[in-house]
C-alpha cells in the first residue's frame, strides 16, 4: 500500500497539510478545531489563505487539498523562498536533553545549512555556536519539520530544519547571547513537561518523534 502524499507546515503555529483530495478522510473532518479547504487551481486564493492564517485565522488545523496534489504543492511553495536548517535534540548521559529559551518561548538549538557545509555539520556547528558544547556524536536522523516566517524586508520564508538525536555528556552550557538565546538548560522530558512551558508545534513534534521511538525501544526490550 503505498503512502498517502501529504505536506506538512506550521503558519503561525497553526498545521497546515497540503493532500491529495483522494486522501482526505473522514476522520480529518471529524477532528475538532480542523479546517479543510478544496484549491481551486487559482494560486491567488492559496495566497488569501496564508495572509489569513499569518493574521488571525488561528484553528488546529487547515487541510488544503486538490486532485493533483504535486501541482498543489508548487502552488503554495511558490508564494515562498525556502531556506534549510539543522538542529537537534541532545541528550546526555544522565537521559537529559539540552533545551534553549529564545523570545519567550523554549526551542532546540538550529541554524542555517551554510553552502559549503552538509546537513550534519551544520547542525553540530549550530549547536556549538548557540549553547557553547562540543564532543557531540549524531546517532539518527529524527525527521524534518517546517515552518514559515517573514524576512526582516517582509519576505515569506519556509524553514526546513532537518533534525537529529545527538548524544554527548553533560557539559557547562554558554547560551548563545548574540541570538536572543536568553537561557540554555538541561531537563529530562518528565522535568520539561513537568511544567506548562511555551513551546513552538514544530518542536514538539520533535520531543514526541523521540519518545515515540523511545517507548518502541522499550517494547522491544520486553518482548526478549
Known sequence: MTEPQKYKIFINEVEVILKASSDVSLKDAEEPGSVIIKYTGI?????????VLEKSLKPEKFIIHHEDYLLLKKDFKSHFMEIEAGGGLVKNEKNEYLFIYRRGSWDLPKGKIETYETKKQATLREIEEETGIGKMEI??????????YRSNVGKRIIK?????????VKQKLKPQVTEDIEKAQWMTLDTFFGKKR???PNILDVIHTQMEEKNRG???VKIK
Do not use: A, F, M, P
Not at 494560486?43 to 495572509?51: E, F
Open 198 to 200: 511555551r513551546v513552538y
Open 218 to 220: 522499550q517494547i522491544k
Open 160 to 168: 526546513k530544519s532537518h533534525w537529529y538525536l545527538i548524544e554527548t
Open 43 to 51: 494560486k491567488k486564493h492559496l495566497l488569501d489563505y496564508i495572509n
Open 139 to 148: 546517532i539518527h536522523k529524527l525527521g524534518v519539520t517546517r515552518h514559515t
